[in-house]
């Protein structure tokens, strides 16, 4: 397994599968195992996919400093990986909570992406309300799971605002799992209890801790982002709804927001073909890479 040391020396994991150009990529959870995301639907068929395991998770050394943890000091961990694989720009792929990061990257290193595509996205970094909530979770309410969802969705809620345990909110969030697939089916069962072996709890209660982005001068940074910018959103996501990809993709100057419909939180998952299609498509696209070209001349 390739390893290479971040900044502050700490040893970081990635995982190399696929073929074809690289694409680096950041897994949500937050802090769970790279592993989760698998080949993204196939994706690797046609793209090199560079997961990294964040500090503490996965098959990455924990830090000395476990401040570090914190999602904004991620970044130097992204620049240091960029750095180690030797690549002048990149494309970049963030899922979830991975998004808040990617967003802050794409702040404060611009010149170093060629394209960012976020993956049913965080929108803590950029100070986006998760409008359309509500409405998503009702919407589900003919499933047969949803009474049992539900009601752990909403001690879920009531358990992160005041503070809980990483172990009680991740317990809670584990029974409110259907609402995040298009499927409650074996194979989404069967992703869903993977996690209690990929996440970290460390990490995890580390990823927010303190957090407190300079949300305006974030906003400023990316509204000058010259790489195009792909939202995949599914429809039946509570968090984000594609009402909130929206407004986050009014944030950038070259966005585009695909919504997934009988998709949810992975998106990947729940129509894999479909996912990579739309993936592809946005990073093959040559009008995108001429316009960039334009714009530095």
Same mark, same amino acid.
């Given at each position: 397994?390739?390893?290479?040391?971040?900044?502050?020396?700490?040893?970081?994991?990635?995982?190399?599968?696929?073929?074809?150009?690289?694409?680096?990529?950041?897994?949500?959870?937050?802090?769970?195992?790279?592993?989760?995301?698998?080949?993204?639907?196939?994706?690797?068929?046609?793209?090199?996919?560079?997961?990294?395991?964040?500090?503490?998770?996965?098959?990455?050394?924990?830090?000395?400093?476990?401040?570090?943890?914190?999602?904004?000091?991620?970044?130097?961990?992204?620049?240091?990986?960029?750095?180690?694989?030797?690549?002048?720009?990149?494309?970049?792929?963030?899922?979830?909570?991975?998004?808040?990061?990617?967003?802050?990257?794409?702040?404060?290193?611009?010149?170093?992406?060629?394209?960012?595509?976020?993956?049913?996205?965080?929108?803590?970094?950029?100070?986006?309300?998760?409008?359309?909530?509500?409405?998503?979770?009702?919407?589900?309410?003919?499933?047969?799971?949803?009474?049992?969802?539900?009601?752990?969705? =909403?001690?879920?809620?009531? !358990? +992160? *605002?005041?503070?809980? /345990?990483?172990?009680?909110?991740? $317990?809670?969030?584990? #029974? &409110? %799992?259907?609402?995040?697939?298009?499927?409650?089916?074996?194979?989404?069962?069967?992703?869903?209890?993977?996690?209690?072996? =990929?996440?970290?709890?460390? !990490? +995890? *209660?580390?990823?927010? /801790?303190?957090?407190?982005?300079? $949300?305006?001068?974030? #906003? &400023? %940074?990316?509204?000058?982002?010259?790489?195009?910018?792909?939202?995949?959103?599914?429809?039946?996501?509570?968090?984000?709804?594609?009402?909130?990809?929206? !407004?986050? *993709?009014?944030?950038?100057?070259?966005?585009?927001?695909? $919504?997934?419909?009988?998709?949810?939180?992975?998106?990947?998952?729940?129509?894999?073909?479909?996912?990579?299609?739309?993936?592809?498509?946005?990073?093959?696209?040559?009008?995108?890479?001429?316009?960039?070209?334009?714009?530095?001349?």
């Amino acid at each position: 397994m390739p390893r290479f040391r971040s900044y502050d020396t700490t040893e970081l994991a990635y995982h190399v599968l696929g073929s074809g150009p690289p694409l680096v990529c950041l897994p949500g959870g937050p802090a769970r195992a790279s592993s989760y995301l698998g080949d993204l639907g196939g994706l690797g068929r046609d793209r090199t996919l560079l997961r990294l395991d964040l500090r503490g998770s996965g098959e990455s050394a924990v830090p000395e400093d476990s401040a570090s943890y914190r999602c904004d000091r991620l970044v130097d961990d992204v620049e240091a990986f960029r750095l180690h694989l030797g690549l002048d720009r990149m494309d970049l792929l963030a899922h979830s909570a991975g998004g808040n990061l990617a967003e802050l990257y794409a702040a404060r290193f611009p010149d170093r992406l060629t394209r960012l595509v976020l993956v049913t996205p965080g929108l803590r970094s950029v100070g986006v309300e998760t409008v359309g909530f509500d409405e998503a979770i009702v919407a589900r309410s003919t499933e047969w799971w949803y009474p049992e969802a539900k009601a752990a969705m =909403e001690a879920w809620q009531e !358990a +992160a *605002a005041r503070g809980a /345990a990483p172990d009680e909110v991740a $317990v809670l969030r584990t #029974r &409110a %799992a259907p609402f995040a697939y298009g499927r409650w089916d074996e194979r989404a069962r069967a992703h869903v209890e993977a996690e209690q072996w =990929e996440w970290s709890g460390p !990490a +995890a *209660a580390g990823y927010y /801790a303190g957090f407190a982005p300079d $949300v305006p001068a974030v #906003r &400023a %940074a990316l509204a000058e982002l010259d790489a195009p910018v792909l939202i995949v959103a599914g429809a039946l996501d509570p968090a984000p709804t594609p009402e909130a990809a929206e !407004a986050l *993709a009014a944030l950038f100057p070259r966005t585009e927001v695909a $919504v997934q419909e009988a998709a949810s939180h992975f998106p990947w998952m729940d129509d894999r073909s479909r996912f990579v299609k739309t993936v592809l498509t946005f990073l093959t696209d040559e009008r995108l890479t001429n316009e960039r070209l334009t714009n530095e001349r």
